[in-house]
Each structure stands twice: as structure tokens, then as C-alpha cells.
Antibody, heavy 119, light 116 residues
Framework: QVQLQESGAGLVKPSETLSLTCAVSGFSISSGYYWGWIRQPPGKGLEPIGSIYHSGESYYSPSLRSRVTVSVDTSKNQFSLRLSSMTAADTAVYYC????????????WGQGTLVTVSS | QSALTQPASVSGSPGQSITISCTGTSSDVGGFNYVSWYQQHPGRAPKLLVFDVTNRPSGVSNRFSGSKSGNTASLTISGLQAEDEADYYCSSYTSSTSYSSSITVIFGGGTKLTVL
């Protein structure tokens, strides 16, 4: 069974950079699929942030692309998110996900981690 | 990339069937058979219910079914049960992207299902 687990800082100061890591178990990232991040502000809907293919090609949300980097470490079977210049509007639950065929749907999700932006 | 349109809420009684709609455009829902549906209980991660308009992942109850007509996709839940009370989100591939390296999936705003 594929399992994903997010880790990283839960409190970030305005203007700082968020760093999150997603550890994958039950499946080898280097075997394929897309690996990405989706966030959900409190009480709101789902917003894709970015994804990376197992071979390293990355894809980002147009509204966030100037601030986002998604990277993969196949040796550790994990992938990461960096989101710079954080503001209160970035406060959300951040989920790591596995993207199904062509990254057209998301079939496995982490439990999510709440990130709050506050001084 | 505009969000897909879903009703804010729907409700039904146990045993009944309900349908949640998801309206887009010919650049997303209407143009491709890449609509997915997710169920999210409070405080939990979303769960994939349907992909490619009509397909269910292994383990998902056949009480959940998807369909599409024109620019509107629908999720039907039959034999409504108390545990179906949750938020439901649709998503679709979109061809309206700004960059070749853009994410090509958009979500609806979500629908809260209340089981009366």
C-alpha cells in the first residue's frame, strides 16, 4: 500500500520560505508516476501547487510558479516543496500526493500538515 | 485557469440518491474525459472516488458513479448512508494553461453533502 507522510515546519514567519518533505513508502518513486503538492486554506477548496515526474520534470501552478520549487530525491524515496515569500494567504493544510496517469488525478494522499504564516 | 462550478450544498435522506454537478467549459470538462471526484471528511485528506469520468479505483463502493454531458459532469451517490456526509470535489484536466510546464488540473469549489 502506498503511503505518504509530510514533515516540516508548521509555523512560518511572513516573507520566509516554507520547506516541506514528503516521505513515500510502499512504492519506489523512481518507478514512475507524478509526485506533488496540493493545499487547502482553512474552510476553502483544493489548490494544486506543483508536481514533479519521477525523472525530474516539474510542473507548477501558474499563480505560484514564481515562488515554488518541487524537487525529488529518489535515493531517499522522498520529494520536497519550497515556497518562498510566504504571506498569511499561504496559511493552509498542505498535502503531498501521488499523481495518477498523466497527473490527471491524485490517487494517494498524505494526511496533510497545517502551515500557519504568522510573526 | 478558472475553477469548476459546483453547488455549495446538497442534501438527501438515507437510502435516497443524490447528484452533485460540476460545470466547466469546452477547455476542460466538455473537451476531455478526464474528470475526477474526491470525498473529504472533516479533518481528513481527500479520497479519490472516480477518475476518467466513470472509473472507480479498487475498493470504492459502486454506490458512487460518475457521468458527463456536455460541459457538466455529475457524481451520483445511490443508497445514501450517514457516512456519505462529507465534502465532495470535482477536478478536470484543462487545456487552458499559461505555460508548457503548468499544472493541468483544476478543481471545483466543493459541495457539502448533508445526510438528513
Amino acid at each position: 500500500q502506498v503511503q505518504l507522510q509530510e514533515s516540516g515546519a508548521g509555523l512560518v514567519k511572513p516573507s520566509e520560505t516554507l520547506s516541506l518533505t514528503c516521505a513515500v513508502s510502499g512504492f519506489s518513486i523512481s518507478s514512475g508516476y507524478y509526485w506533488g503538492w496540493i493545499r487547502q486554506p482553512p474552510g476553502k477548496g483544493l489548490e494544486p501547487i506543483g508536481s514533479i515526474y519521477h525523472s525530474g520534470e516539474s510542473y507548477y501552478s501558474p499563480s505560484l510558479r514564481s515562488r515554488v520549487t518541487v524537487s525529488v530525491d529518489t535515493s531517499k524515496n522522498q520529494f520536497s516543496l519550497r515556497l518562498s515569500s510566504m504571506t498569511a494567504a499561504d496559511t493552509a493544510v498542505y498535502y503531498c500526493v501521488r499523481g495518477g496517469r498523466g497527473n490527471l488525478f491524485f490517487d494517494f494522499w498524505g494526511q496533510g500538515t497545517l502551515v500557519t504564516v504568522s510573526s | 485557469q478558472s475553477a469548476l462550478t459546483q453547488p455549495a450544498s446538497v442534501s438527501g435522506s438515507p437510502g435516497q440518491s443524490i447528484t452533485i454537478s460540476c460545470t466547466g467549459t469546452s477547455s476542460d470538462v466538455g473537451g476531455f474525459n478526464y474528470v475526477s471526484w474526491y470525498q473529504q471528511h472533516p479533518g481528513r485528506a481527500p479520497k479519490l472516488l472516480v477518475f476518467d469520468v466513470t472509473n472507480r479505483p479498487s475498493g470504492v463502493s459502486n454506490r458512487f458513479s460518475g457521468s458527463k454531458s456536455g460541459n457538466t459532469a455529475s457524481l451520483t451517490i445511490s443508497g445514501l448512508q450517514a457516512e456519505d456526509e462529507a465534502d465532495y470535489y470535482c477536478s478536470s484536466y484543462t487545456s487552458s494553461t499559461s505555460y508548457s510546464s503548468s499544472i493541468t488540473v483544476i478543481f471545483g469549489g466543493g459541495t457539502k453533502l448533508t445526510v438528513l
